[in-house]
């Protein structure tokens, strides 16, 4: 078992940028794809980034290139979301999830084996 802890979410003013944290416990996130998931009110949980074992392959949505960074930290057991230029849009919960597979990081939040409880973020403009 995995547990993920997220933090970091807050109000923030459209622009600016947050950091989100990920702490995992139980075991090493070493063996876990990683990944990052929203779900804004009244809308479908959708996928925002995810990070390969390493760290050394990463892959995003559309709506995060370019603005969105995720990192890993396996001797931390910590994965992180830097979101820069924040938008309106972006205003959701967000959680981390980890996946243990072979194959390459997923975009399907149905691959994804643990889930945290979700950290909130609002953009405000």
């Known amino acids: 078992q995995v547990q993920l802890v997220e933090s970091g979410g807050r109000l923030v003013q459209a622009g600016g940028s947050l950091r989100l944290s990920c702490a995992a416990s139980?075991?090493?996130?070493?063996?876990?794809?990683m990944g990052w998931f929203r779900q804004a009110p009244g809308k479908e949980r959708e996928f925002v980034a995810a990070i390969s074992l390493s760290g050394g392959s990463t892959y995003y949505a559309d709506s995060a290139k370019g603005r969105f960074t995720i990192s890993r930290d396996n001797p931390k057991n910590t994965v992180y979301l830097q979101m820069n230029n924040l938008k309106d849009e972006d205003t959701a919960i967000y959680y981390c999830?980890?996946?243990?597979?072979?194959?390459?990081?997923?975009?399907?939040?149905?691959?994804?084996?643990?889930w945290g409880q979700g950290t909130q973020v609002t953009v405000s403009s």
């Open positions: 999830a980890a996946d243990y597979s072979i194959a390459a990081p997923s975009r399907s939040s149905y691959e994804y084996d643990y």
């Open positions: 139980g075991r090493s996130i070493r063996s876990y794809h």
